[in-house]
C-alpha cells in the first residue's frame, strides 16, 4: 500500500517520535500504540519513540505511557492513532509537533494530519499498524506482536464481532506465531473483579427491554459509589446486554461526576452511529458512543434506538 510507504518515509525522516491514542483507552488504543513504539524502537532504535496519555488503572498491566516534555515536540513527529476526532485525542501537544499523522479504523468524519491513512475495513487501528509492517517489510518484535494481538482481541470482542474479517484472522494467526504468553494474555484480558461481577449482575436485574429488542441500563453516580467501580471499569460490562438473545441493540447510559451521562451504544446488526453523532458522539455502525446532558436526552436517545428496530 502507497499510504504504508508515504508513513515510513515520514518515520524516516524524523528523529523523535511521539505517539497519541484516544482519552479513555481500550486495548486497541494501547496496543496500536504500544506497538507501533515497539515495532519502531526494533528498526530504528536511533530514534527517540514515546507514548503519551493517561495511565488507565485498569490497563496498567498492559501499557504504561512515557515520560514527555513540552520540548520534545519541538521538530518532532506526532503519530495520532485509532482515534476519529481531535476532540478525543489525549494530550493537546501533539498540536506542536512539526508532523502529524493519523492512522485509525473509524469513519474519517473530521479529516485531521498532514498524512492521513484510514480504513474503516481494518477490525482495529491495531489490525492496521500489523498491517503496516508487512506493507514495509518491517519484522515485529515478539512485544509488538503481542501489544497488536491485544488490541485486535479487543476491538473484536475476541472475534466474535462482525468486524472480524479474513484478513483480521490471517493477521491474527500471524501474531500468534511470536514468541509471548498467548495464554496469559487471553486469561487477564477475560477476567473481571468481583465487582464488576456484581455489577454486571445489577445490569442484567435492571435492564430495560422494549418489545422489539432496544435495551437500555442506566448506571448513575449513586449504583457507581455502591459497586466501587470507575466509568472506565464500566467498560467491562458494555457487551452484557448483547448476550441475551431478545436484545438487539442497546444503551449503558453512565452518569459522569459532572452530572451528564456517557453513553455507550452497541446493535448486533441495525447502524446505531447516526444516533450517536446526533448526540455527540459517534463511532462504528454496530459499536459508538454519545453524550447525553439531561435526563430528557436519555430519553430522547432511547426512544431513538427504539425507533431503530419499529421502522424496520
Not at 39 to 65: D, Q, R, Y
Not at 210 to 224: K, P
Amino acid at each position: 500500500m502507497e499510504i504504508c510507504h508515504q508513513i515510513l518515509e515520514k518515520i524516516k525522516a524524523y528523529n523523535t517520535i511521539i505517539i497519541h491514542r484516544h482519552m479513555k483507552p481500550d486495548p486497541d488504543a494501547l496496543g496500536s500504540q504500544l506497538g507501533l513504539k515497539a515495532l519502531l524502537e526494533h528498526h530504528f532504535p536511533e530514534k527517540t519513540i514515546k507514548v503519551v496519555g493517561f495511565n488507565e488503572p485498569t490497563l496498567t498491566w498492559l501499557a504504561k505511557m512515557d515520560q514527555v516534555e513540552d520540548t520534545d515536540y519541538q521538530g518532532a513527529l506526532a503519530i495520532i492513532c485509532d482515534t476519529a476526532n481531535t476532540a478525543r485525542i489525549d494530550d493537546k501537544r501533539y498540536l506542536n509537533a512539526e508532523t502529524i499523522i493519523k492512522i485509525d479504523h473509524h469513519p474519517n468524519d473530521e479529516v485531521y494530519g498532514d498524512l492521513v491513512w484510514v480504513d474503516t475495513n481494518s477490525s482495529s487501528a491495531s489490525e492496521m499498524i500489523a498491517l503496516f509492517a508487512e506493507a514495509t517489510n518491517l519484522e515485529l518484535s515478539d512485544y509488538a506482536a503481542k501489544m497488536l494481538c491485544a488490541g485486535i482481541i479487543g476491538d473484536t470482542g475476541r472475534f466474535l464481532y462482525p468486524s472480524t474479517s479474513a484478513r483480521t484472522l490471517r493477521i491474527a494467526s500471524q501474531l500468534r506465531e511470536h514468541n509471548f504468553d498467548y495464554a496469559e494474555l487471553t486469561r487477564k484480558m477475560d477476567t473481571m473483579s468481583f465487582k464488576i461481577a456484581k455489577l454486571q449482575g445489577y445490569v442484567y436485574d435492571h435492564l430495560e427491554v422494549d418489545e422489539n429488542g432496544a435495551a437500555r441500563v442506566i448506571l448513575t453516580q449513586e449504583i457507581l459509589r455502591k459497586y466501587d467501580v470507575t466509568d472506565a471499569e464500566t467498560a467491562a460490562i458494555v457487551g452484557a446486554p448483547g448476550r441475551i438473545d431478545t436484545v438487539s441493540l442497546w444503551g449503558i447510559f453512565v452518569e459522569q461526576a459532572d452530572g451528564h451521562y456517557r453513553v455507550r451504544l452497541r446493535s448486533k446488526f441495525v447502524p446505531i452511529n447516526e444516533v450517536a453523532k446526533e448526540h455527540d458522539g459517534g463511532g462504528h455502525p454496530l459499536a459508538s458512543g454519545a453524550n447525553s446532558y439531561s435526563l430528557e436526552e436519555n430519553e430522547l436517545i432511547y426512544q431513538k434506538l427504539k425507533n431503530l428496530l419499529k421502522n424496520r
